[in-house]
């Protein structure tokens, strides 16, 4: 049973996923690690999609007399012998605790707290290939900015990977552009984690027990309620008491830093979704941007946007949605305003209409490798509503689908949504 004093064992980290906001969460989640050895295991494993490379002769690690630099290698090895990653977060140093490991099932091996970083689109895949190789007890946290549109509905990520791998995972989202991040500057994020009541570890009140009552204290359900609102279908495992508790402290101490402040909330389902509809606003901004409409254009989408994410909000998941979390947290407004200020999403939209090719050609030519969020999630947003014959009701949503897909000159910014 719990006790309250010191724990007996402590959680092992591994962050699924290694571009460069998994890099960057995973050079804070190291830093933490090491800092809370009473808490964490200090070694945090990074799983990296292996390649071979060839380090450019314009990074700063880059060393004519070494076989590193002149010959191809392993991103892990250059990785785990530099301490950089230097195709996805070049420059930035990583914490010698990091460790790169090119095998999912190894990495992930014991580990109690599973932060998932990687593109919404490989997250079914890697799914399939965890089943069966996590502890039954392990706990989640979704840094993936999208949902998961299926013929039956939609859903969040942090659900989709709990359902998918009988666990509890929680979400973090925010203002929170990788380089910035990894480069120490201020910024604020938001994570939701509503700790499963099996988890709880508040002792026993020592006030004196009742003699005789004919009121029933008995707690006849530890089921977990998803973001509509009803039991899960997950059917969780405990954590053992011998861990330190799961609980909005120990997740704050693992990811909280002077320079990324966190806030902890219970409302999975708005963050989720700030970090999700942000990205089809901020494609939307760049369409403006691109066209020379100004500033002001660019603000009057933002506002509709974010009027349309509220409403997306309340209409889907209205039972545990609360809207304050859009304007109130750093994964609502704030995300939204950087992510149309300096994202990746707006810039490749911006770019697009510079040299009139589709938004799906710049990412091919410019990301090196790595997936623009927004496009993808236009799409599967706009399936969902025009099934159920809603595409009206959110017009910024559904032009954004429109010239994603096929670039058009539209006459004026109001036809993005009027």
């Given at each position: ?46 799983w ?18 070494s ?23 070049p ?27 990687l ?85 026993t ?17 530890l ?35 002077t ?56 209409q ?24 149309c ?65 096929s ?12």
């Amino acid at each position: 049973m719990a006790t309250l004093g010191p724990s007996s064992k402590r959680h092992k980290i591994t962050v699924v996923g290694s571009g460069n906001w998994g890099s960057a969460i995973s050079k804070i989640v190291a830093d933490n690690a090491k800092a809370h050895p009473e808490l964490f295991e200090p070694e945090v494993h990074m799983w990296v999609y292996e390649e071979t490379i060839n380090l450019a002769k314009t990074s700063k690690r880059y060393d004519a007399s070494s076989p590193l630099s002149t010959e191809p290698q392993k991103l892990t090895v250059l990785i785990n012998t530099l301490h950089e990653n230097v195709k996805y977060l070049p420059d930035i140093p990583l914490p010698t605790n990091v460790i790169a490991n090119p095998s999912l099932k190894d990495a992930v091996h014991n580990s109690t707290i599973l932060v998932f970083n990687l593109p919404h689109q490989f997250i079914g895949g890697i799914c399939n290939q965890l089943k069966g190789n996590i502890l039954p007890y392990a706990r989640g946290v979704s840094c993936i900015k999208g949902v998961d549109v299926s013929d039956s509905g939609i859903s969040l990520f942090s659900e989709s990977i709990g359902e998918k791998l009988g666990i509890y995972c929680g979400a973090l989202s925010g203002a929170n552009i990788a380089n910035e991040v990894a480069q120490e500057k201020y910024s604020e994020t938001t994570i939701a984690y509503d700790p499963p009541a099996m988890d709880s570890r508040n002792p026993t009140p020592k006030t004196q027990s009742p003699m005789s009552s004919a009121v029933d204290l008995t707690i006849t359900s530890l089921d977990h309620k998803d973001s509509s609102g009803m039991a899960s279908k997950v059917k969780l495992k405990p954590l053992p008491a011998d861990y330190p508790p799961l609980d909005h402290a120990v997740l704050k101490t693992l990811f909280h830093r002077t320079y990324f402040q966190v806030r902890m909330v219970s409302d999975v389902a708005g963050v989720s979704l700030g970090g999700a509809l942000k990205n089809i606003v901020a494609l939307a901004a760049g369409f403006v941007s691109g066209r020379g409409w100004g500033d002001n254009a660019k603000a009057a989408i933002m506002r509709v946007g974010l009027l349309e994410m509220v409403q997306f909000g309340k209409q889907f998941f209205g039972n545990t949605v609360h809207p304050q979390t859009f304007t109130e947290e750093s994964c609502g407004v704030a995300d939204l305003i950087t992510s149309c200020s300096g994202g990746r999403n707006y810039r490749c939209a911006k770019l697009a209409v510079e040299k009139g090719v589709t938004v799906d050609e710049i990412e091919a030519t410019e990301l090196d490798g790595q997936k623009l969020q927004g496009t993808s999630t236009a799409i599967d947003v706009y399936g969902f509503l025009s099934k159920r014959g809603l595409e009206r009701e959110y017009p910024l949503f559904t032009a954004v689908y429109r010239e994603s897909a096929s670039p058009v000159r539209l006459r004026g910014c109001y036809q993005l949504w009027g």
